[in-house]
């Protein structure tokens, strides 16, 4: 049998030297800080028109702020308003992008409401400090047994990829992380931040679900009181009004640029929705396509959220099934795959052949962002698409190790009733 160190050191033999995985992510932060600062004085101290400012997913946000501070919140939904209120945003450069509809809820709209309060350059700078801040206070408590060097997280190119863009999808994996993070010591908590991804609801359902499983029925209840106070704040602040343009606005966005791809949308979007689409397929066999994979995924993490209810393989089931469920969903979402690359490293295995496909699979999970970038914008194929379920596998097969509940047979016999106490 092996001891633990001999464990250990096989692991580590298995793994890439600390020294060239620190010196190779220090190169790649670098690399992005300085594209990132270049772009950034390029376009705004030295205002160089044919160079497009910073954000260009934020001139949306920044543009709703504006029409619902000097127009009212309605305005944000009339695309001739935003078109201009976008080009204000980027009144720097001679440059004119193609026009981004404002499709978010109003529990969104109600936290960039304050944005246009600045100017824009000032506006995306603070949101992407606050942004990276949540993110690596989310992490933080990973980050204490050291899994990666704190370099390497830093470096992770899904961070700086939503940075670029401009997109809050940092914030989302911070309530994220929060929600499956604290699950079990802090259920309540868990529940509130879950409930806060109402800011961006095609995400949320996998939480509430995790919870139900799980039976962590004190999340669950404030899971749905957070979503219930938030949409109230946002109707009592805007009015019920806006939340018909919103509806309105989404299945305008899901007949056009979702089902047929109007401005090529598809290429940058990893599901296998889009894929289908891509291939040929007509509406319908692509959703039934991309939900059987969804279908099959959420299955396998539910056998996971009930037989080892808080285990962190069951929390990076959930957040790699939270991606893979929505038909809709563009490449700055895989940021979100920064959680399960840090509970993979934090459960590594030490079986040679498994370690190693792994730390495969992991290290291509590390730099998907930046692929899922560039093939997005040169017209090739979304890999993040396959990656997902790749993934998912490597998490289920991990799950294994993971010590069985006890309890496990009179949990399943013992769950209707349970759902009907609440207990």
Known sequence: ??????????????????????????????????????????CWPLHIRYVLPLGIDFRVFWGASLLSLSHGPLAAFDPQLLHAAERVAFSSSSLDPKFAPWVYPPTFQL?????????????????????????????????????????????????WVVILQGQNSLITLALAAVAVGVVKTRPVLAGVFAGMLIIKPQLAPVFPLMFLCGRHFRALLATALTMLVTCAISTIAFGV????????????????????????????????????????MNVEAAYVVHYAVGLFALVASMRIWIKHPDSEMGAAAAIVTA??????????????????IIYLCRNASSHAIEANIGCAIVAVSWVIPIIAFLTGWFHVEQW?????????????????????????????????QDCVEGR
């Not at 299945?251 to 040929?280: C, E, K, V, Y």
């Not at 809709?328 to 895989?334: G, P, Q, R, V």
């Not at 993040?384 to 949990?411: E, K, M, N, Q, W």
């Open 1 to 42: 049998m092996d001891t633990l160190g001999s464990k250990r050191e096989r692991q580590c033999s298995l793994s890439p030297p600390k020294e060239s995985l620190v010196l190779c992510s220090a190169a790649l932060l670098f690399s992005q800080l300085a594209i990132l600062i270049a772009w950034g004085v390029a």
């Open 111 to 159: 936290l960039v409401y304050p944005l246009a309060l600045v100017s824009y350059s000032i506006a995306y700078v603070l949101f992407a400090c606050l942004s990276l801040a949540a993110c690596v206070a989310a992490c933080a408590p990973l980050m204490k047994t050291r899994p990666l060097p704190w370099i390497t997280l830093f470096a992770f190119p899904g961070i």
């Open 241 to 280: 009004p806006l939340w018909t343009a919103f509806f309105r606005s989404v299945l305008q966005f899901n007949a056009t640029t979702l089902t047929h791809g109007d401005t090529g949308i598809w290429l940058a979007m990893p599901t296998f929705f889009a894929l289908s689409r891509r291939m040929g």
């Open 323 to 340: 991606l893979m469920l929505p038909p809709y969903l563009i490449y700055y979402e895989l940021a979100w795959l920064l959680l399960p």
């Open 384 to 416: 993040g698409t396959f990656l997902l379920p790749a993934l998912l596998a490597l998490i289920c097969y991990r799950s294994r190790s993971v010590d069985p509940d006890p309890h496990f047979d009179r949990r399943i016999s013992q769950f209707p």
